[in-house]
């Protein structure tokens, strides 16, 4: 679909709107009729909205939409001046180490944000080092062994669930929810366990998982990236490396030959001219092939005589 040169004034708001945006998402200010225009010129997607087991289109939504740009809408604000690079998404494990917020007074739970849930210092090291790859731009998601990707303000109560356990997230869970995430479009940098880089990677295949060696290992490499920007940088090269390496290429040019679709074409129209009225498939040969009579004389006349002697019988008082 080919990109329009301008837009109307609203649906072009909006796109250069959700340009500024870390996950390109387009703001809910705008009404129905300018989603639709982003929709329907693919500029823009609507992330599936999933409740009991269904998921519900557009029109039956009743809060707004969540809708975001495609590569088709960075491509328009970049023609209109504005900078859209591909976000900047950044994975880390959860921890097993946990606040425990209590209860309250009524004897339930209480929740916490994911970002306050979990306290293990590795994971505290980890989402340090995310900070700092996200100080420019980007987004944190957090696996978790319960729930998958999770945000940090996300509130979430206490679980004691672990990667294998019969409550554990899937892997079929995951790959659902990244690509809801649409995180096939964006640079992606996993940290964390092994048990967690493979399940993300499995999932989104071009993701960048820079740690390396043990997990004191993984401590040193994350005070680096906090400490200087050179880390930090080279890994986002190397995930953008990786993201172009695992795109899909554009669909093949048909090579010179054969015209079958041309060729199909001109041998429909050599038959319609032979018989400008086709026989309808569904309709009966025999049917379709009898031509029509002209009505019989005699039957003519025997029903004329039968209307003439109804109108000339008297009627009873």
């Not at 940290?191 to 993300?200: K, N, S, W, Y």
């Not at 040193?220 to 890994?235: H, L, N, T």
Request: glycine share 6%; net charge neutral; charged share 25%.
């Amino acid at each position: 679909m080919p990109i329009p040169s301008k837009l109307a004034a609203k649906p072009h708001e909006a796109v250069i709107a959700a340009a500024g945006d870390p996950n390109h998402q387009v703001p809910n200010r705008f009404n129905a009729r300018t989603y639709q225009i982003l929709l329907r010129e693919g500029l823009a997607y609507m992330r599936p909205f999933t409740a009991g087991g269904r998921t519900y289109r557009y029109e039956e939504l009743f809060g707004p939409p969540d809708i975001h740009l495609t590569a088709a809408g960075r491509a328009y604000a970049q023609q209109h001046g504005v900078d859209t690079p591909r976000r900047r998404i950044v994975v880390i494990s959860d921890s097993t180490e946990k606040v425990d917020p209590g209860t309250n007074e009524a004897g339930r739970r209480n929740a916490l944000p994911a970002g306050e849930l979990y306290c293990g210092r590795y994971h505290r090291l980890l989402h340090a080092a995310a900070d700092a790859l996200t100080a420019e731009r980007g987004l944190i998601y957090i696996v978790s062994d319960l729930h998958g990707f999770v945000e940090p303000n996300r509130m979430l109560l206490y679980y004691d669930v672990r990667l294998g356990d019969e409550r554990s997230v899937s892997a079929s869970t995951i790959r659902d929810q990244a690509r809801r995430l649409a995180l096939d479009d964006a640079d992606v940098i996993v940290l964390g366990e092994r048990a967690h880089i493979d399940l993300i990677t499995a999932a989104v295949p071009h993701a960048l998982a820079p740690l390396t060696n043990s997990v004191v290992g993984h401590r040193f490499q994350g005070r680096a990236v906090g400490e200087d920007d050179e880390p930090a940088k080279s890994w986002w090269e190397q995930a953008g490396q990786r993201f172009e390496e695992h795109r899909e290429p554009p669909p093949a040019t048909p090579r010179a030959g054969p015209n079958l679709d041309g060729d199909r074409i001109a041998r429909t129209a050599a038959a319609r001219a032979e018989d400008p009225h086709p026989r309808s498939p569904l309709r009966r040969p025999e049917t379709a092939a009898t031509p029509l009579q002209p009505p019989r004389p005699d039957l003519l006349s025997s029903t004329s005589n039968r209307t003439a002697a109804s109108r000339s019988r008297p009627r009873p008082a």
